[in-house]
T-cell receptor, first 111, second 112 residues
Protein backbone atom coordinates (compact mmCIF):
# COMPACT_ATOMS: atom_id res chain seq x y z
CA UNK A 1 0.00 0.00 0.00
CA UNK A 2 1.03 3.59 -0.51
CA UNK A 3 2.16 5.84 2.31
CA UNK A 4 3.26 9.44 2.41
CA UNK A 5 5.59 10.94 4.98
CA UNK A 6 6.25 14.54 5.89
CA UNK A 7 8.74 15.96 8.32
CA UNK A 8 9.10 17.71 10.55
CA UNK A 9 5.63 17.64 12.06
CA UNK A 10 6.06 21.05 13.66
CA UNK A 11 8.60 23.79 13.15
CA UNK A 12 9.19 27.19 14.75
CA UNK A 13 11.54 29.42 12.80
CA UNK A 14 12.61 33.06 13.11
CA UNK A 15 11.91 35.54 10.34
CA UNK A 16 14.70 35.54 7.78
CA UNK A 17 15.80 31.97 8.45
CA UNK A 18 15.85 29.26 5.75
CA UNK A 19 13.29 26.49 5.40
CA UNK A 20 13.37 22.93 4.15
CA UNK A 21 10.34 20.64 4.37
CA UNK A 22 10.54 17.14 3.02
CA UNK A 23 7.93 14.77 1.67
CA UNK A 24 8.40 11.19 0.52
CA UNK A 25 5.97 8.70 -0.94
CA UNK A 26 6.26 4.92 -0.73
CA UNK A 27 4.53 2.19 -2.66
CA UNK A 28 4.01 3.92 -5.99
CA UNK A 29 6.09 5.00 -8.96
CA UNK A 30 6.11 8.27 -10.87
CA UNK A 31 3.42 9.94 -8.76
CA UNK A 32 2.30 13.50 -9.24
CA UNK A 33 3.39 15.43 -6.16
CA UNK A 34 1.87 18.58 -4.66
CA UNK A 35 2.59 21.16 -1.97
CA UNK A 36 -0.36 23.00 -0.40
CA UNK A 37 -0.62 25.55 2.36
CA UNK A 38 -3.55 26.05 4.68
CA UNK A 39 -3.36 29.42 6.40
CA UNK A 40 -5.36 29.96 9.59
CA UNK A 41 -9.08 29.91 8.75
CA UNK A 42 -8.43 29.52 5.06
CA UNK A 43 -8.81 26.79 2.48
CA UNK A 44 -6.12 24.75 0.76
CA UNK A 45 -3.90 26.79 -1.52
CA UNK A 46 -1.87 24.90 -4.12
CA UNK A 47 1.73 26.13 -4.07
CA UNK A 48 3.62 23.77 -6.38
CA UNK A 49 3.07 20.55 -8.25
CA UNK A 50 5.32 18.15 -10.11
CA UNK A 51 4.56 15.49 -12.70
CA UNK A 52 8.12 14.13 -12.80
CA UNK A 53 11.70 14.48 -11.56
CA UNK A 54 12.94 18.01 -12.03
CA UNK A 55 9.55 19.22 -13.32
CA UNK A 56 8.05 21.88 -11.04
CA UNK A 57 5.06 24.11 -11.70
CA UNK A 58 4.54 27.11 -9.45
CA UNK A 59 1.03 28.28 -8.77
CA UNK A 60 1.58 31.29 -6.54
CA UNK A 61 4.52 33.71 -6.79
CA UNK A 62 6.20 33.94 -3.41
CA UNK A 63 9.50 33.43 -1.66
CA UNK A 64 9.08 29.65 -1.58
CA UNK A 65 10.54 27.14 -4.02
CA UNK A 66 10.16 23.42 -4.60
CA UNK A 67 12.40 20.68 -5.91
CA UNK A 68 11.97 17.04 -6.83
CA UNK A 69 15.41 15.42 -6.73
CA UNK A 70 14.05 11.87 -6.79
CA UNK A 71 10.90 10.23 -8.14
CA UNK A 72 9.17 10.01 -4.77
CA UNK A 73 10.74 12.95 -2.95
CA UNK A 74 9.42 16.50 -2.92
CA UNK A 75 11.08 19.35 -1.03
CA UNK A 76 9.71 22.78 -0.15
CA UNK A 77 12.31 25.45 0.56
CA UNK A 78 12.80 29.09 1.35
CA UNK A 79 15.98 31.13 1.66
CA UNK A 80 14.40 33.69 4.01
CA UNK A 81 11.12 33.12 5.80
CA UNK A 82 8.50 35.82 6.21
CA UNK A 83 5.87 36.08 8.93
CA UNK A 84 3.24 35.42 6.27
CA UNK A 85 4.79 32.01 5.56
CA UNK A 86 3.28 30.65 8.78
CA UNK A 87 0.70 27.96 8.15
CA UNK A 88 0.00 24.29 7.79
CA UNK A 89 1.90 22.76 4.87
CA UNK A 90 0.57 19.66 3.21
CA UNK A 91 2.16 17.35 0.69
CA UNK A 92 -0.04 15.18 -1.51
CA UNK A 93 0.38 12.62 -4.27
CA UNK A 94 -1.76 11.25 -7.06
CA UNK A 95 -1.50 8.84 -9.95
CA UNK A 96 -2.48 10.88 -12.96
CA UNK A 97 -5.46 13.14 -12.36
CA UNK A 98 -8.26 12.67 -9.84
CA UNK A 99 -7.97 11.79 -6.18
CA UNK A 100 -5.02 13.18 -4.29
CA UNK A 101 -3.80 11.64 -1.07
CA UNK A 102 -2.39 13.83 1.63
CA UNK A 103 0.38 13.52 4.15
CA UNK A 104 0.05 14.40 7.85
CA UNK A 105 1.23 17.98 7.35
CA UNK A 106 3.82 20.32 8.90
CA UNK A 107 2.80 23.16 11.20
CA UNK A 108 5.18 26.07 10.53
CA UNK A 109 5.27 29.06 12.83
CA UNK A 110 7.45 31.99 11.83
CA UNK A 111 8.23 34.38 14.69
CA UNK B 1 -11.23 34.40 -8.25
CA UNK B 2 -12.78 31.69 -6.10
CA UNK B 3 -13.85 29.01 -8.57
CA UNK B 4 -15.08 26.64 -5.86
CA UNK B 5 -17.13 28.12 -3.06
CA UNK B 6 -18.38 26.76 0.23
CA UNK B 7 -20.55 29.57 1.52
CA UNK B 8 -21.24 28.09 4.94
CA UNK B 9 -18.13 28.26 7.10
CA UNK B 10 -19.79 26.20 9.82
CA UNK B 11 -22.71 23.85 10.41
CA UNK B 12 -24.06 22.20 13.56
CA UNK B 13 -26.22 19.07 13.39
CA UNK B 14 -27.72 16.81 16.02
CA UNK B 15 -26.33 13.30 16.21
CA UNK B 16 -28.43 10.89 14.17
CA UNK B 17 -29.79 13.60 11.86
CA UNK B 18 -28.76 14.35 8.29
CA UNK B 19 -25.85 16.68 7.60
CA UNK B 20 -25.92 18.51 4.27
CA UNK B 21 -22.83 20.34 3.10
CA UNK B 22 -23.00 22.49 0.00
CA UNK B 23 -20.53 23.57 -2.63
CA UNK B 24 -20.85 25.78 -5.72
CA UNK B 25 -18.49 26.13 -8.64
CA UNK B 26 -18.15 28.62 -11.46
CA UNK B 27 -15.81 26.93 -13.95
CA UNK B 28 -17.87 25.00 -16.50
CA UNK B 29 -14.76 22.98 -17.43
CA UNK B 30 -14.87 21.17 -14.08
CA UNK B 31 -16.17 17.66 -14.54
CA UNK B 32 -14.86 15.75 -11.54
CA UNK B 33 -15.68 16.60 -7.95
CA UNK B 34 -14.39 15.33 -4.64
CA UNK B 35 -15.09 15.70 -0.94
CA UNK B 36 -12.38 15.57 1.69
CA UNK B 37 -12.63 15.44 5.47
CA UNK B 38 -10.00 17.07 7.66
CA UNK B 39 -9.35 16.82 11.37
CA UNK B 40 -7.21 19.49 13.09
CA UNK B 41 -3.46 19.12 12.57
CA UNK B 42 -3.95 16.25 10.11
CA UNK B 43 -3.97 15.97 6.35
CA UNK B 44 -7.32 15.80 4.52
CA UNK B 45 -8.76 12.36 3.89
CA UNK B 46 -10.55 11.55 0.63
CA UNK B 47 -14.22 10.71 1.21
CA UNK B 48 -16.13 10.39 -2.02
CA UNK B 49 -16.10 11.66 -5.59
CA UNK B 50 -18.45 12.08 -8.53
CA UNK B 51 -17.93 12.64 -12.23
CA UNK B 52 -20.15 14.85 -14.33
CA UNK B 53 -21.71 11.89 -16.13
CA UNK B 54 -23.51 11.02 -12.89
CA UNK B 55 -25.78 13.02 -10.62
CA UNK B 56 -25.45 10.86 -7.52
CA UNK B 57 -22.85 8.65 -5.88
CA UNK B 58 -23.23 6.75 -2.63
CA UNK B 59 -20.74 5.19 -0.26
CA UNK B 60 -22.20 3.98 3.00
CA UNK B 61 -23.46 6.96 5.01
CA UNK B 62 -22.10 9.42 2.47
CA UNK B 63 -23.92 10.52 -0.69
CA UNK B 64 -22.80 13.22 -3.09
CA UNK B 65 -25.29 14.89 -5.42
CA UNK B 66 -24.31 16.90 -8.48
CA UNK B 67 -26.54 19.45 -10.23
CA UNK B 68 -24.59 20.46 -13.32
CA UNK B 69 -27.07 23.06 -14.54
CA UNK B 70 -26.85 24.85 -11.19
CA UNK B 71 -23.12 24.18 -10.83
CA UNK B 72 -23.84 22.87 -7.37
CA UNK B 73 -22.92 19.78 -5.41
CA UNK B 74 -23.79 18.62 -1.96
CA UNK B 75 -22.61 15.98 0.49
CA UNK B 76 -25.20 14.21 2.62
CA UNK B 77 -24.17 12.32 5.74
CA UNK B 78 -26.85 10.07 7.22
CA UNK B 79 -26.97 9.40 10.09
CA UNK B 80 -24.51 11.93 11.46
CA UNK B 81 -22.12 10.64 14.11
CA UNK B 82 -19.82 12.46 16.57
CA UNK B 83 -16.76 11.28 14.62
CA UNK B 84 -18.05 13.21 11.62
CA UNK B 85 -17.14 16.47 13.35
CA UNK B 86 -14.41 17.88 11.12
CA UNK B 87 -13.79 20.40 8.34
CA UNK B 88 -15.11 19.28 4.96
CA UNK B 89 -13.58 20.52 1.72
CA UNK B 90 -15.04 20.14 -1.72
CA UNK B 91 -12.67 20.10 -4.67
CA UNK B 92 -13.01 20.11 -8.44
CA UNK B 93 -10.93 19.36 -11.48
CA UNK B 94 -11.22 19.19 -15.24
CA UNK B 95 -10.65 15.94 -17.09
CA UNK B 96 -6.95 15.25 -17.50
CA UNK B 97 -5.91 18.16 -15.30
CA UNK B 98 -3.59 17.14 -12.49
CA UNK B 99 -4.68 20.03 -10.29
CA UNK B 100 -7.56 20.20 -7.84
CA UNK B 101 -9.25 23.46 -6.90
CA UNK B 102 -10.45 23.45 -3.30
CA UNK B 103 -13.20 25.34 -1.55
CA UNK B 104 -12.56 27.12 1.74
CA UNK B 105 -14.16 24.39 3.83
CA UNK B 106 -17.15 23.96 6.13
CA UNK B 107 -16.65 23.06 9.78
CA UNK B 108 -19.24 20.44 10.74
CA UNK B 109 -20.01 19.94 14.42
CA UNK B 110 -22.16 16.99 15.46
CA UNK B 111 -23.98 17.66 18.71
CA UNK B 112 -24.46 14.55 20.89
Amino acid sequence: SQTIHQWPATLVQPVGSPLSLECTVEGTSNPNLYWYRQAAGRGLQLLFYSVGIGQISSEVPQNLSASRPQDRQFILSSKKLLLSDSGFYLCAWSVGWGEQFFGPGTRLTVL
Amino acid sequence: DQQVKQNSPSLSVQEGRISILNCDYTNSMFDYFLWYKKYPAEGPTFLISISSIKDKNEDGRFTVFLNKSAKHLSLHIVPSQPGDSAVYFCAASAFGNEKLTFGTGTRLTIIP
